[in-house]
């Protein structure tokens, strides 16, 4: 449980070596890079057009890929994601890096094929539009740009409404009786529109076309050379010409599958060169030499030198940083305690000169979970799946391997819990025998259930977090005390110490409140006239101390006053424990009502059966339900409450110049141009 010292670094070596001790960088990942400075005699390199052609292969091979995992998915399991990064060999490495031009050919081909099948579902959209919008026109045999003959007019088009022939006729006779040669034939007739083609005379033209405008008469959007039906037909010869295009297309994406793995480790390969250009911008160079300036963990110091002075004509200077430097933050703790590092990163990293509280927090966290699942057989499930899969899948990312180890450890607290209340799967035991065997047998708690004794749990609960509060006031006593803080120590951790802890030994002191509380035992009164001193005492020194940056001790009175009320929120906090008990009681009332209900079908084939379906449900509802709860709540009763007491973060995270990779994880000997 610690922050690893870190110390600044300084590189400087033959500007022909730069290459190859990048390289050797990013394969040890120890150094966090930062912007170099040297004398006039340095210059910085821009890189910015290098690194934007290796992002843009990087992301025409991932977009390859994604295109190849669509049309050609891969057949994976369901625990795939587990499997981790695959180990590259150094003569796959140069096979895959010797292709490089063919595989970014072939990357660009299958997005423009991609790009191809797009447009074509597009034309294919657009031209069964068009033999949509000429199904009313195919009784027509001339084109819809037909406007007559030598001696005729033509008129094509819609009315947009229903209008039989008569109606026609009288209504265009209504708005132009001069004219008395006029034929109309209906080629469609609907609800929404009747398609009519009008011929007359050339010299009664404008007359006929003005009296058809007078009923709605309206003209089609589109008019194709050709008479509808040929014309629907060379549509349609489109749009079977397009589907094949696409069927083609698609058959030559297919014919690319092989080349997935390549796509994949292109991505991985422009994304370091483009990560290696980054850290060129960083270095300070002149003709012949270069610097590089960074931060490296103190227990990486040797390694480093070894690497780079032994191999290269290096010089490595190492010196502690600045006062008013961002030194990143690395975390170190033991395998019990480095699975809940997540959680406090997701929190905040250590601000300079706080404690790594991960180790004293992974207790806590484990017990707490453990304490809101409570139940066996709950626990023994998240030991079964989290330590099967950690045993299966030995080359799942170190994230995940974090998040399962945690849960591990969380599961066997739940198992002790859950041995410690009785409970198993609720009372899976009690109701089976009792339903199916005519006989109740059930397995004593080794402490007590707390579903038959609440006020119990209740109480344990505020115990188990007056302690965790506590645990807290003590990092914060210990950091004060290292920076050689001996009054805040005095003032802001023993004062609240005297203060919290002697009213809660006067409560114990008071019978009152032993009955209220059914507390088996109440305190000799010469304890409680003790703690009303020693409560005294540390309100006292919280009202005179409080506001003690105030030179004016009106001001510092009234601050003082202020903090003292801050009494509230040590009770808000132990009330907040109270979460143990309805977690620990949601869980097994909820999991003993599934199998009341699954014990409803009775002792027979038919009630086996619906035990069986009830109990596998719903006891798979309620642990995913409850394993969420558990995680949540416990998250918050470290961020809110334990933190609270002494931790305020603030500081990043140490990110080391490494082979930062999606698809494949790189051999220690590999080496690129």
């Known amino acids: 449980m610690a922050v690893v010292t870190m110390h600044r670094v300084n590189i400087c070596a033959l500007k022909k070596d730069r290459k190859r001790i990048l390289e050797e960088l990013q394969r040890l990942g120890v150094v966090e890079v930062c912007d170099s400075q040297g004398g006039e005699q340095f210059e910085k390199t821009d890189t910015a057009e290098a690194r934007t052609i ?13 295109i190849l995992d669509d049309y050609v998915p891969e057949k994976k399991s369901l625990l795939a994601s587990l499997e981790g990064r695959k180990t590259l060999s150094l003569a796959d490495y140069d096979a895959y890096s010797a292709e490089r031009d063919e595989v970014l050919r072939v990357a660009y081909r299958l997005t423009a094929l991609e790009k191809e099948i797009a447009e074509k579902k597009a034309d294919i959209i657009k031209l069964e539009g068009q033999i949509e919008a000429l199904s009313p026109w195919l009784a027509l045999p001339v084109s819809l740009r037909y406007g007559g003959t030598k001696h005729t007019a033509a008129f094509i088009g819609s009315v947009s409404e229903e209008m039989p022939l008569e109606a026609i006729y009288a209504r265009l006779a209504e708005a132009a009786p001069e004219l008395d040669a006029v034929n109309v034939d209906i080629l469609t007739l609907s609800k929404e529109q009747t398609c009519v083609m ?3 005379h ?3 033209a404008q007359a006929l076309e003005e009296a058809m405008r007078a009923i709605g008469f309206a003209r089609p959007a589109s008019l194709p050379p050709l008479p509808p039906a040929e014309q629907q037909h060379v549509l349609e010869g489109e749009v079977l010409a397009a589907k094949e295009a696409i069927e083609d297309a698609q058959n030559e994406i297919i014919s690319y599958a092989g080349t997935r793995n390549a796509m994949r480790f292109m991505v991985d390969y422009f994304t370091l060169r483009g990560e290696k250009y980054r850290m060129l911008d960083k270095l300070a160079q ?8 960074g931060y490296v963990p103190v227990t990486a110091e040797k390694l480093l030198r070894e690497r780079l002075e032994l191999n290269f004509d290096a010089a490595l200077e ?15 703790n033991n395998a019990f305690s480095a699975p809940v590092e997540g959680v406090l990163e997701s929190y905040s990293l250590p601000a300079k000169g706080e404690i790594d509280p991960t180790g004293i927090m992974s207790v806590f966290y484990y017990i707490l979970f453990g304490l809101m699942l409570s139940d066996a057989g709950y626990g023994l499930l998240l030991v079964l799946g989290c330590g099967l899969l950690l045993w299966r899948f030995k080359n799942m990312e170190e994230g995940t391997k974090r998040s399962l180890r945690m849960f591990f450890y969380c599961g066997i607290s739940t198992v002790i819990w859950g041995i410690l209340f009785s409970s198993y799967f609720g009372d899976v035991v009690n109701v089976v025998s009792k339903t199916f065997f005519g006989n109740e047998v059930g397995i004593p708690p080794l402490w007590f259930n707390p579903t038959q004794d609440p006020m119990r749990m209740l109480l344990f609960s505020f115990a188990l977090g007056i302690v965790h509060l506590f645990f807290g006031l003590s990092i914060k006593f210990y950091m004060l005390l290292k920076a050689k803080q001996f009054k805040d120590a005095l003032f802001d951790v023993v004062f609240w110490y005297l203060l919290v802890g002697g009213l809660i030994v006067l409560a114990l002191a008071t019978p009152q409140f032993s009955q209220i509380m059914n507390v088996p035992f109440t305190l000799p009164a010469l304890a409680g006239t003790i703690s009303s001193v020693l409560a005294g005492i540390g309100a006292v020194g919280i009202v005179l101390t409080g506001g003690r940056e105030s030179r004016n001790w009106f001001k510092r009175i009234l601050k003082g006053l202020y903090s003292l009320y801050n009494i509230s929120g040590y009770l808000s906090d132990i009330l907040s424990y109270s979460r143990l008990l309805a977690l620990g009681l949601a869980t097994g009332v909820i999991a003993s009502v599934v199998n009341q209900m699954g014990s409803m079908g009775g002792k027979s084939i038919f009630g086996v059966i619906l035990f ?10 309620n642990f995913g339900i409850e394993v969420l709860g558990a995680y949540v709540h416990t998250n918050r009763l470290q961020y809110v409450e334990f933190f609270g007491k002494f931790y305020e973060g603030g500081r990043r995270k140490f990110e080391p110049f490494a082979v930062n990779t999606k698809y494949y994880k790189f051999k220690e000997d590999v080496s690129n141009g």
């Open 54 to 66: 290796f992002e843009k292969n990087a992301q025409q091979a991932r977009q390859a890929a994604l």
């Open 198 to 200: 009008a011929t007359s």
């Open 202 to 204: 050339k010299q009664q």
């Open 286 to 293: 002149s003709k012949h030499t270069f610097v590089l300036s």
């Open 318 to 332: 190492f010196y502690d940083p600045a006062e008013e430097e961002d030194v990143p933050v690395l975390l170190k």
């Open 612 to 621: 069986v379906l009830v109990f596998l449900a719903g006891q798979a509802i």
